[in-house]
């Protein structure tokens, strides 16, 4: 070889080998083909090392050579953003080249049903059309639109929150609109309702719920972004907030300890004798606030703890489980929670209020207010009085109204028996239900309302806010539109939490509860990535199971750092061992009323399979 040769081999691949992948871009669980060039036709084989976007290892092979070629596959996982593949030869310390590949994801559904897998792009593309932009005078606002309201280009903070579990998966201005929110806070606390384009607000005077309404939306929307900053801003306006509600003669009992509000249809802002008074008068203490404030002083809890506040959080752990017990000795009637307990005298005449199945007995067990004996008692409930009424879905917001005959809502005609928040169906109670189903061994209900409510999404290409028992849609103002994100956004909460088991703990998905229920709507082969927008927090799995041989397998990979599995076992099945690659993982079974779940704990590193072997029951 002359000198010239020598120095250009030197140059050129033969001297370092070559290295390619077969995409540039690969999401959560693809197979990544990684093809090798020797060097010369001497080189046997070389070691090929994957690293994520950190530089953590999270995959190693020896690969063969033949005829200068070699070729590896694995899993993409790990965090999301640019990975590194090196190739290192035999006796090199450092590598001799590298290649890198993005890894990235969306929020994405495939089972193989479309009653699943449509159920997330239909919310999202319907809900996007209710996203709302305005420049005001304070600064900026991103909000999502109430879908039947006279304030129909301005935002209600309640709507806008409870379209939270639906937009976090691709909404990346999720702070903005809060603060100005709290740049409107009165001095004594009090939040307003709502802000109008040019940044006017307003408050409905029986309202005693737009406090805790505004903890969760903190609570959620740090969870989903992880600013602690913006955090450790927001607790002192909260802290006024919870103290303002707690203080004012119109919003708080103190013989109970517990939240009061004008009487009104639940949580809906209707009096049945009008709202005049501004909520100076008729009392009642409603389950509906009481599940929030519940949940809401247990969000402040996380949240101090998470900043370091241990003290402040230990104050309303201990607040959370007073309050919960207050509720539920004054609310809990043996089969659901009372619609609300008067105050002051309100003549009902022959109506049996205390017979009412109420909207907030939903929130009741998704909150946490509920013990999981109470919430399979409101479920049964809500299916018994289905077949009962043979109403168009167990949606009430009402169940039964307040009749006709009592003279309640003549000046308002879709507020009759039945109709709006007097007894008409709604979505959002339908989604609450649902996701309680499935949390609480009602699994195959679950299935069957989501199926339903699909059907419905299919048809209609939305929703509407309310629709009569018939199943007609219900028009109460001329400002109707069909993507209410209070009301489709609880059926994702209900899917992602419920069906696909996807739990995040304390916020980024850093700690998870992943409890994948596929076998209750009969699907075998499901593979699911959930990801915040705002962040790179995500987690995909893919479960299969081999019905010949017995055998769950679940692949996973995230961001995060700790999972807590519960997988739903197919009602003939006992477990026999679950394994992590080689090695065997202690688990426990979990009894749900009549289901059971396999329970065990793992890191999240890289990409893992875990194998949970069953053996079907003999008879």
């Given amino acids: 070889m002359s000198l010239d040769s020598a120095v250009n081999r030197q140059a050129t691949e033969s001297a370092y080998g070559g290295l390619a992948t077969d995409a540039a871009t690969y999401r959560p669980l693809d197979t990544v083909t990684v093809r090798i060039k020797a060097r010369t036709d001497t080189d046997e084989h070389c070691k090929i090392r994957v690293c994520d976007t950190e530089q953590r290892q ?19 996982g790990s965090s999301l953003g640019t990975h590194y593949v090196y190739l290192i030869w035999p006796g090199e310390k450092n590598h001799s080249r590298y290649i890198n590949f993005r890894l990235d994801c969306e929020t994405c559904i495939e089972s193989g049903n479309a009653d699943f897998d449509d159920l997330f792009p239909l919310t999202r593309d319907g809900l996007l059309r209710g996203r709302r932009e305005y420049d005001t005078k304070a600064g900026r606002i991103v909000g999502y639109i109430a879908a039947d309201t006279v304030h129909f280009d301005g935002i209600w903070l309640r709507d806008w929150t409870y379209g939270l579990p639906a937009y976090r998966y691709w909404e990346r201005d999720m702070t903005c609109g809060l603060d100005r929110f709290f740049e409107h806070q009165d001095n004594n606390g009090m939040i307003p309702d709502g802000i109008e384009r040019d940044g006017r607000t307003w408050r409905v ?7 805790y309404i505004m903890t969760l939306a903190v609570w959620r929307t740090w969870q989903t972004t992880g600013d602690d900053r913006w955090l450790e801003r927001m607790l002192p306006a909260l802290e006024r907030a919870l103290s303002y509600i707690r203080s004012d003669a119109k919003h708080w009992d103190p013989e109970h300890a517990l939240v009061k509000r004008q009487h009104s249809c639940d949580t809906w802002d209707f009096d049945i004798e009008g709202a005049s008074d501004h909520g100076d008068r008729r009392h009642v203490i409603a389950v509906c606030d009481q599940s929030g404030y519940f949940q809401a002083y247990e969000a402040m809890s996380q949240m101090c703890s998470h900043l370091g506040k241990d003290a402040e959080a230990q104050k309303w752990r201990k607040e959370a489980k007073a309050y919960r017990k207050r509720a539920n000795d004054l609310l809990w009637d043996g089969t659901k929670y009372l619609h609300h307990v008067h105050l002051d005298d309100i003549d009902h005449g022959d109506f049996d209020e205390k017979k009412q199945l109420a909207m907030g007995n939903t929130w009741a067990m998704t909150r946490g207010l509920a013990s999981p004996s109470q919430a399979r008692s409101i479920i049964d409930e809500y299916r ?24 309640y809502f003549t000046s308002r005609p879709y507020c009759q028996q039945g109709g709006y928040a007097n007894g008409g169906l709604m979505p959002w109670v339908g989604g609450e239900l649902c996701r309680a189903a499935f949390l609480f061994g009602r699994e195959s209900y679950g299935v069957e309302l989501m199926r339903n409510y699909v059907a419905l999404l299919r048809i209609q290409g939305g929703v509407n806010t309310w629709y009569w028992p018939n199943g007609e849609p219900g028009f109460r103002t001329r400002n109707e539109v069909p993507y209410p994100p209070w009301g489709m956004a609880e059926w994702v909460n209900a899917l992602v939490e419920g069906l696909i088991g996807i739990h995040d703990d304390n916020g980024l998905l850093r700690t998870i509860t992943v409890s994948p229920r596929w076998n209750a709507a009969g699907i075998n082969d499901a593979r699911i990535s959930v990801r915040y927008a705002t962040s790179k927090a995500y987690c995909s799995y893919r479960m299969q199971v081999d019905e010949a041989k017995q055998v769950i397998r679940l692949t996973y990979t995230g961001s995060g750092e700790q999972a807590s599995f519960r997988i739903l076992i197919p009602g003939s099945w006992n477990v026999v061992s679950v394994n992590q690659e080689t090695s065997s993982l202690d688990y426990q079974i979990h009894q749900e009323d009549t289901s059971r779940y396999v329970c065990f704990s793992a890191k999240m590193s890289g990409v893992l399979s875990v194998a949970v072997k069953c053996k079907i029951n003999q008879l």
């Fill in 58 to 76: 999270y995959f190693e092979a020896d690969v063969p050579i033949n005829d200068s070629r070699g070729e590896v596959q694995f899993s993409a």
């Fill in 205 to 211: 005077g029986l309202e005693s719920d737009v406090e």
């Fill in 384 to 407: 018994k009085r289905h077949a009962q009424t043979g109403d168009a879905y167990p949606w009430w917001s009402l169940q039964p109204g307040y009749p006709d005959h009592l003279g």
